[in-house]
Structures are given as C-alpha cells and as structure tokens.
C-alpha cells in the first residue's frame, strides 16, 4: 500500500469510541462507511494492479470452471440438468458460489493482513471483513454480465418471480458476511484458518448443488441436505432465472432464520474478541 493510500485511510480513523449492541455498532460501521468504500476501492485495485485483462480476471474463474464442469461432468459423466442446457445451468450455480468462496478466502485474511492499521488507533475492525465481501460483490456484478448473455443466448427469460433476487442476494450477503466474521476473528488467534478456509471450501462445494441438480439427492435425505444456506440460495437462483419458479419459501425461510443467526453470532463473537486483536496481530 502505497504511503499517500495509508495516510487517506488513516485520516478515516477518529479516535477511541466503542458503542454496545449490534444495532449500534452497526450505526457505528455507517459512520465509518467512507473507510469501508476506501478499503474495498483499494482490495479491487490492488488485486488488478499491473494485470493486462484487468478486472475481467473476474469473469475467467467462473467462466472456465463452467467450461470444464460442461465437458467433465455434462459431456464424460452425462450427469443431468433438468432440461436446462449445462453450460447456464452450472453458470448459475458457480456465480454466487464464487463470492462465497472468495469472500470467505479473503475476508478471513483481512486482519492478520491489514495489521498495520489495526495495532495503531481505534475503528470498527469489521470493516476488513466487510470491505473484502463488498469488493467480491463487484466481482460478482462484474461476472453476472455474462449470465445475461448467456440467457439471451438460450433464449431464457424472466418472469414476475424475478423480484425474489434482491431477497436471494440478500441472504447470501447476509450469509457470506456471517461466515467471513467468524473465520476472520478465528485466523487472529489461530493462523490455522488459513490452511483450513481452502480445504472446507473445496468439500462444501461438493456438498452444494453446483455440479448437479438438487433432484439428484435422494428426497429422504433432502430436509437434511437443505440446511446448508448455500444449497438453498443456488436451488432459488435456478427456480427463479431459470425456470421461471418462485423459490421454495419453506426452504428459503430457513435459510434467512439461519442465515440471520448466523450473522448476529458472527458479529457478536467478533466484537467480543475485538479488543484483543492488536495485542494478538
């Protein structure tokens, strides 16, 4: 980070003032909303510095593992799409997989990298946490450009059922911020984390119906497959963009109810363990 860069942050910063309850360090975090916005401008800077495609770097992850789940698992394993052709059908699902992911992988670094600024004076510390998030989002917005495309390309459209997608895109921020608090305050103590975000990654995708449609779990093992927030937050990206459906409310339901859960425990746990994070980093 470049010294002009650290000293438009640190000017950001006001003094020492901490304020109980989630509903106030929340208003807290909206006064800090200037740090937040710079934090994430430069996460996406930094990340296509000196790169000749820029941020369409965003758009090649989830493009070519699209093309190789299409010839591996459409091709060679002939596993089905419901009648949708495979390449938008794994396209839909490797979307919001990839923010997870990689909000998740970078969020959970945002401290322990950024221990320049948080051992100096105080600010809500989530901001690293949630500047990482929001930084992945562009790249998700960015991506989502040619998922458009490609249901102009196989003649999908949308129906009334499209206005569900700002309450799926909500949950799944929700979640991914849930998820990031937690792993983000863990990797301060235990460095761990790091080893174990990409390996738990990896087996959750292959617990989410990414690869393969949810009709393929057996229906008595379906309730119980369907607590994972993320399996249900991709089934309602495909009902919706895809075949025109409402998503599952009962399922959806849930999902929000853990989701919301989630996330006041991630935010309670990481303001718990805020004050040590200097002493720690």
């Known amino acids: ?28 975090l909206y006064q800090y909303r200037e740090l937040l916005y710079t934090l994430a401008t430069r996460d996406i800077k930094v990340r296509y510095k000196q790169s000749a495609l820029g941020i369409a770097w965003a758009i090649m992850r989830p493009l070519s593992l699209m093309l190789i789940f299409t010839i591996v698992f459409s091709r060679l394993a002939r596993i089905p799409s419901e009648g949708i052709a495979y390449p938008i059908f794994s396209y839909c699902a490797l979307l919001p997989w990839t923010l997870f992911a990689a909000s998740l992988t970078l969020a959970s670094q945002s401290l322990v990298n950024n221990m320049s600024l948080v051992t100096k004076i105080y600010f809500p510390r989530e901001v690293f946490p949630f500047a990482s998030v929001a930084a992945c989002f562009v790249d998700f917005a960015v991506a989502s450009s040619i998922f458009v495309g490609m249901m102009v390309y196989y ?41 174990v975000i990409p390996v738990a990654v990896q087996l959750w ?27 249900v937050i991709i089934d309602s990206y495909r009902r919706i963009l895809l075949s025109g459906q409402p998503p599952n409310l009962i399922q959806l339901a849930l999902a929000a109810m853990i989701t919301v859960c989630l996330f006041l425990s991630g935010y309670i746990y990481f303001k718990h363990v805020e004050p040590g994070f200097a002493d720690i980093i």
């Open 1 to 28: 980070m470049s010294m002009s860069r650290t000293a438009k942050i640190e000017t950001l910063i006001s003094a020492d003032q901490k304020v109980p309850g989630i509903i106030a360090n929340l208003r807290t």
């Open 155 to 195: 003649h999908v459209g949308l129906t009334l059922n499209a206005l569900w997608i700002p309450v799926i895109v909500l949950v799944q921020v929700l979640f991914v911020l849930g998820v990031s608090l937690f792993t983000s305050a863990v990797n301060v103590y235990y460095r761990d984390i790091r080893h």
């Open 205 to 231: 995708m292959y617990a989410t119906p990414i690869i393969y449609p949810i009709t393929l779990i057996p229906e008595k093992y379906r309730d119980l497959y369907m607590l994972n927030p993320m399996a």
